[in-house]
C-alpha cells in the first residue's frame, strides 16, 4: 500500500513555463514533506521540504503549495529550464520515526528548449 | 570529495551468486540507510542504522543482511541472488534527526541474469 501518491508519472513542459507535480497521502501524522531531485545515474538530492504549520514555502523558482486539510501538496517550478530535466519524488515522514521516508513513485520532468 | 560513496557502481551477476555492496560516509552523520529503487523508479527503503545498531528493518528477505562496521559505513550482502533483486540500490545518511535531510550515493545498478 502506497503512502504516498505522486501524479503525473511523466511531465513534458516548454522552457519557460510552469511545472507541477502533486502529491496526495492519507496518514495524518506525517509532518515533514520532502522534494527530492534525481539526475540519471545519480541518487536523488533534496531540493526543498516543508512542514504542515505552512502552506507555502518557496526557494528561488521553486514552490510548495501545501494543503493540510485535503492532505495535498505540491511542487511548483517557474521559468522551468532544460536544466530542470529529472525525475522527482515527493516524500513524507512522521515525527518520531527516525528518516523513515515514504516516497511517491516519481515524475519524470522534461523541459523542452 | 563525495560525500557518501558506494561501490560497486554495476554488479551483474548470477542467480544464486552472493554479493556485497559497500557504502561510506565522511559527513560524520551518525544514521545510514539502504534504498532500492525498483525498474519503475519507486523507492523504498530497507534498512536503516544508527550508531551502528539497526534502527529500521523494513519487510526484505532475509537473504539481505546489512552490517555496519562503524558509524562512517554500512555494507548490504545478498545471498542467492534472485532476479527480481535486479534493481538500484542506494546508500544514504543523514544526522538522524526527522527533518535532517537525506545524502544519497549515486547508487549500485545490481543485474542479475
Known amino acids: 500500500q502506497q503512502q504516498v501518491k505522486q501524479s503525473p508519472q511523466s511531465l513534458i513542459v516548454q522552457k519557460g513555463g510552469i511545472s507541477i507535480i502533486n502529491c496526495a497521502y492519507e496518514?495524518?501524522?506525517?509532518?515533514?514533506f520532502p522534494w527530492y531531485q534525481q539526475f540519471p545515474g545519480k541518487g536523488p538530492a533534496l531540493l526543498i521540504a516543508?512542514?504542515?504549520?505552512?502552506s507555502e514555502k518557496k526557494e528561488g523558482r521553486f514552490t510548495i503549495s501545501f494543503n493540510k486539510s485535503a492532505k495535498q501538496f505540491s511542487l511548483h517550478i517557474m521559468d522551468s529550464q532544460p536544466g530542470d530535466s529529472a525525475t522527482y519524488f515527493c516524500?513524507?515522514?512522521?515525527?518520531?520515526?527516525?528518516?523513515?521516508?515514504?516516497f511517491g513513485s516519481g515524475t519524470k520532468l522534461n523541459v523542452k528548449p | 570529495d563525495t560525500a557518501v560513496s558506494q561501490t560497486p557502481k554495476y554488479l551483474v551477476t548470477q542467480m544464486g551468486n552472493d554479493k556485497s555492496i559497500k557504502c561510506e560516509q565522511n559527513?560524520?552523520?551518525?544514521?545510514m540507510y539502504w534504498y532500492k529503487q525498483d525498474s519503475k523508479k519507486f523507492l523504498k527503503i530497507m534498512f536503516s542504522?544508527?550508531?551502528?545498531?539497526?534502527?529500521i528493518n523494513e519487510t526484505v528477505p532475509n537473504r539481505f543482511s546489512p552490517k555496519s562496521p562503524d558509524k562512517a559505513h554500512l555494507n548490504l550482502h545478498i545471498n542467492s541472488l534472485e532476479l527480481g533483486d535486479s534493481a538500484v540500490y542506494f546508500c544514504a545518511s543523514s544526522g538522524g534527526r526527522v527533518d535532517e535531510k537525506l545524502f544519497f550515493g549515486s547508487g549500485t545498478q545490481l543485474s542479475v541474469l
Open positions: 559527513l560524520g552523520h551518525d544514521t
Open positions: 516543508i512542514r504542515p504549520d505552512v
Open positions: 496518514n495524518t501524522a506525517f509532518d515533514y
Open positions: 516524500a513524507a515522514s512522521k515525527g518520531y520515526n527516525f528518516n523513515k521516508f515514504y
Open positions: 542504522y544508527n550508531n551502528k545498531e539497526l534502527i
